[in-house]
Structure formats: C-alpha cells, structure tokens
C-alpha cells in the first residue's frame, strides 16, 4: 500500500509541481512553486537544435532501488559519453509512484511540453499506459523497467522498443532450468496486477511445456502486502517441488526471508525468484540468499567490456552497482543518440515511429548487452544469463554476489517474433 | 482430513494463527494511537514512521555499534522516545488548542520529511535483520510449521498491551492522565504538572510504535516504506474500535488480523481491501465506532 501521502503528494515534474485538483496538493503546490527552478526556457535556434528525454520511473515506491535515481544515472552516462556530436541533450526525470493514471497523465504533459523520448518507466501497468500515450502523440518510449512481455505482444507499438528483459526471458531462462532439476510441479505466489499475471502465465506455459506442472496459485494484492507467510503456507500445502515468485522487488525480498523463517526450502521446497536483481540480492544478504537462482541479462563482473562500463559510471554511483535494467537504461538511450545523430535531430522530433524505425535498422552494440538488434515487434534481443547466489565464503569482493550458471544465446532468448501476436509483425 | 468451507481444518487453524500474529501488530501500533489519541487529542499520522524509525534503530545499534536483539529492544524504543518527545516539545504542543486537522496535518508533513530523508540514505529495498538465535528455529505443530519468533511477537505484544491498559485504567498515575484530558485545568491546580505528563504520554505512544518496529524489523525487510504500508490498516483499526478507546484498539487489532488472515484463504486479492470493508459497515451501523462513547 502506499503511504497515505502519495495520494496527495505533487508529482515533480521537471522541478515544477503538477497541481493536482485536491485541496491539500493545491495548498503545497502553490507553497513550493515559487522556490522551485523551471524548465529552462531556449531560444528557438537551440530547441531545435536539442533533443529531450524523460525518465519515467520509481523514486520513492517498492521498485525505487531496482530502477529510480540508478536509472537517471545510467541514462546520464549515456548522454555524457555521447557529448560532443553537433546537438544537445537535455534529461529531466519524474517520480510515477508506480501509479498507471499519475505515469499516463505526466508522459502526456512531457510529450505535450516537448520531450522526445521517455525511459524506464518501470511497473508494467504504468508501462502499458504510457505506450499508449507514446503511439497517441507519435512519440518515441524506451521501455526498461517494465517486464511484460505483452510490450512487445499483442500490445506491441511502432513508437516503443523493449530492452534489457522480459517475463518470456524470465520464464525460458529460470523456469526452464528449474524444471530440468527435477522441480516438475510448481504453485505461484504472483503479484495481483499486469506483471505478475504475465510472468505467471509465461512461467506456467513453460512449465506444462516441460512436462512439468502446474498446482495453482495464489494472488497477492500489489502493493500493500508485507506478510506472505500465509500464501507460503498454502502454498506448501499442495505440496509442490518449486513455489515460482512471480513477484519482484520487497515482495520477493519478504517472500525469501520468510521462506526461510517458515521452513519452505528445509521440507525441500524449492524457491524459484522469476524476477531478481543483484540489488535486491544485496538487500536480501549472502546469508539468506545463497543458492537462489535468478536470471538477469546483465551483470557487472560478466566480462572485460561489462567491467569497463562499471568502471566508467561507478563514480556517479551512490554505493549501490547496477542491474540490467540500469544498464537497459544506458544501452537504450545510447542506441536512441546514435540513431538521432543518424537522422538529425529535427526529424528525430518530428516523430516517434521514424525514430523506432530508424533504432530497428541499425545494429546495437555498447559495453552492457554487447552486439545486438532490435526486432520488428520492437524486441531488442540479446542473450541471457542463469545465475546463482554466491555463498558468503566464494564471495570475495563488494558486491561480488553471482556465478554464471548458463547461457541462453540471443536467438533463443525471447519469445519468437511469429507467436507474441504483434500486429506489426503480421503487416 | 475434515474441511471447513472447502479448505482443510489444519490449513485453517495455521491461517488463524499467522492472522493473530499480524494482528498483535496492528494491536501494538493502534494502541499508540489510541493511547495519544485519547490522551492529547492528536492523530498521530507519524506512527508509522516511528515505527520504521525502531525498526531502523535496531538495525544501526547492530551495524554500527554491535548492540544485539535484546538490548536494542529496549534501547531502541528509548531513542526513538527522546525524538518523539523533542518534536512534542518544539512543535506539536504548539497545536492542542488548534482544530484536530492541525496536528493531523503536521504529523503527517513530518512522516513524509522522515521517510524521505530515510529513502534517500538506505534505499528502498531494505536492509537485512537477523533473528535472534535465542528466537531462531521452529516448531512442527503437526498442522503447520510455526516460527519461534513469530509466537514470541504475540507474547511480547499481548503483554504490552495488557500493561499498557492496565497502567492507563487501573493505577493513579492513568488516573491522572485520564483527568487530564477532561479537564487539564483543574487536575493543573492540584499540583500535577499537565504539560510533563503530556509530553511523557506522547513519547511513551512513540516508544510503543518504536518496540512494534524493533519485533518486526527480523520478519520484514527493514526499509523506509515497512511503517506507511501498515499504518493505514492501524488507523482502520483505531476507527473501528472507536477513537481514543484502549481496549477498543487491543481487541479490534487482534480480531481484524484474524479477519484479514482468513480472506487471505477465501478470497486472497480482497486481503488489502477486507479492512476498509469493514471499518465503512462499522462506521455506518456505529460512527463512534465499536467501543466509542459517542
């Protein structure tokens, strides 16, 4: 549940406060207008001359570590490495408090006031949303954060591009290898909203086509529960071999801990996290979390060129290293410039779906993800990595949490362009 | 196996159980409450961040200065008092004459500043706790599997609960409190200085949130939003139970836990909304709620 506050609380937007029709946002709005900075007026040479991007995210809810201020450091280590390439590049950024009607209403005032491009925008509901404003006013959004794989389904756009993960990524990469384990009969304890149902139904899908099965599930109110033990205890009693998470954030984090307090993986129940980031491994602890397994598509100490990248934006970190929807974040906007610099910065403008059209034609490659590409249904496609949670001794270094299990190559990694049902595919 | 409704009678009997458990935590917190409601007439919208605040004390006295579980069940509470009874001092004592929105709304200001400042310094995602090892461990009751821990929170909260309304309605000093919120003018001019007591009240409802903080902080991930997603069902429960009323609050946390554990079996999407369900019957059968004096 949200705080009683968020309710009332003025959104930022761009160091300005949007006047919400309540008396009580009226009265602090109207309060802090007057001390805070505008958006910076431009001379109509250099508007022109500039492209703008917002970043939609969480900064204050349940999904603030995994996505939030890292996010905006990310993009901004993009725009910083990209600098110098005849135009400017402007980045605001918003708090949606994971809020479909709050994130609809401030991507339509951005777009309206003039950005180009929005990013992250984590929370599948609010990303669903703000696709839709995206194809409306022929803008261009960089979905990150969310994970449905219905972004790119048969919800699917010619104005967005979906990178770093999705719940299908998740379902082949986590559910497959559980299954191939010996874990052959699952129950869920899912999220109540878009995200949850998505990954549940991508995970059972896999499943059941393993030859696995599905006992059933419970669905948990989003946001608003921090007690899971009662689902954990029904859950143990059907008596499955896996109990799937298809939750994220504090949510997975409660389940795990209380997994552990309820004596879930003692009985030989086995936890499957379908979505867990390093961050939330760092709040979990080595302790608790040894052993889990989780997939990401991206993690720092991967390679030469991943290090690399940590190394480049670690100083503008506060103590905390990225996971791939940060790095998403970086890789997503960068490819974005590349393909502004290509087209020109008033076309760009002009519109979205040449801007999406333009990303898709050109191949990706950047220190995260590596080479890629960007598919027609919007997909960006790279490969994906099973890890598991270090025990505390094999842990040498900070944030040195994950060992690399296997790989799913590229191709395999995403849902098949012909089964998502994107209409742009048939066309 | 017997079945009840369709769900097997010992899955019932563990739902009833983790429900009593969540409820000693609504029965702490809206105890606070109440007790500061009662007493000074302030709805005290920062609970919840007092109570994340003793979550948070526990977790710095353990990181930063190696002081355990047990001290910091006291220490903790103690702390957060001393901050609660500073900011009655210096800013909510000025509101007792004003209308009750005032000290709503400046609580509720305050909650915010706090877990905006928390956010900022420890992120979201929460910090890790561990069980005492006293606690550790669990006992196979044949029908479920019930954490140590989680029956000690029930005793601890139980026994809170009973001192507290005892020391309220059964001793001198309760007695005192108690007139004074009659009539402060008049227990004043028998040499009882209202202020101080008022002032002590405040902290004590803040150190009771502080001890509720410190139990939870091992079940739930320590973060800054654990007090704000509790603390709307506890205030559900104070208006339930009526306003101000001790008992009202105690039995009203505990039945309510009850409630929302067994929805979580029947009807799990409704397990958020049950209370508010609940409170809109009661306040339209009984507005002063269901041990109120109206």
Known sequence: MEGPGSKHRPPIIGGQFEMTPTRRG??????????????????RAQAANTYRIGVLTDMSGTYRDNTGPTSVICVRQAVAEFAAQGFNVEVIEADHQNRPDLGVSLARQWYDQGIDLIADVPTSSVGLAVQQVAREKNKAVLQVGSATADLT???????????????????????????????????????????????????????????????????????????????????VATRPKVIGLANAGLDTINCVKQAAEFGVTRRGVKLACMLLFITDVHSIGLEQGAGLVLTESFYWDLNDRSRAFLNRVKPRLANVYPNCIHAGNYSAVLHALKAVADMGVPAARASGTELVNRMKAMPCDDDCFGPGQIRADGRKIHPSFLFEVKARAESKAPWDYLKLLQTTPAEEAFRPITEGGCPLVRS | ?????????????????????????????????????????????????????????????????????????????????????????????????????????????????????????????????????????????????????????????????????????????????????????????????????VTLTYGFGVALAAVGGVLAAPIYSVNPQMGSNLIIVVFATVVIGGMGSILGAILTGFTLGVVEGLTKVFWPEASATVIFVIMAIVLLARPAGLFGRA
Not at chain 2, 12 to 26: D, E, R, V
């Open chain 1, 26 to 43: 009226l009265l602090a709005a109207g309060a802090v207008t007057t001390l805070a900075p505008s958006l910076p007026r431009l001379s």
């Open chain 1, 153 to 235: 389904g048969a919800q699917c756009s010619p104005n967005s591009v979906h990178w770093a993960y999705d719940t299908y990524m998740l379902a082949k990469s986590t559910g497959a290898a559980m299954v191939k384990a010996g874990g052959d009969s699952w129950y869920f304890i899912t999220a109540d909203y878009a995200f949850g149902h998505a990954l549940e139904r991508d995970t059972s899908a896999l499943v059941r086509a393993s030859g696995g099965r599905v006992l059933g599930s419970v669905r948990t109110p989003f946001p608003g529960t921090t007690d899971f033990s009662s689902f954990l205890v029904q859950a």
């Open chain 2, 1 to 197: 196996m017997d079945d009840i409704f369709g769900i097997p009678a010992p899955l019932l009997f563990g739902q009833l159980l983790l429900g009593l458990i969540n409820g000693a935590f609504y029965a702490m917190l809206s105890l606070g409450l109440a007790v500061i409601f009662g007493l000074l007439n302030i709805v005290n919208m920062a609970h919840g961040a007092q109570f994340m605040m003793g979550a948070f004390a526990a977790w710095m006295l353990l990181a930063w200065f190696g002081i355990g579980y047990w001290w910091a069940l006291l220490l903790a509470p103690i702390i957060i008092a001393i901050t609660g009874i500073i900011l009655e001092r210096l800013l909510i004592s000025r509101l007792y004459k004003l209308d009750h929105l005032y000290g709503l709304l400046l609580t509720f200001g305050l909650a915010l500043i706090i877990e905006g400042v928390f956010r900022n310094e420890f992120g979201s995602s929460g910090l890790p706790y561990r069980i005492p090892d006293a606690l550790s461990g669990a006992w196979d009751l044949g029908f479920m599997f019930m954490p140590v821990y989680r029956g000690w929170v029930v005793i601890a909260a139980l026994v809170l609960c009973l001192a507290t309304w005892l020391i309220i309605e059964k001793t001198r000093l309760g007695a005192y409190l108690r007139a004074a919120t009659e009539n402060a003018a008049l227990v004043q001019a028998f040499g009882v200085n209202v202020p101080r007591m």
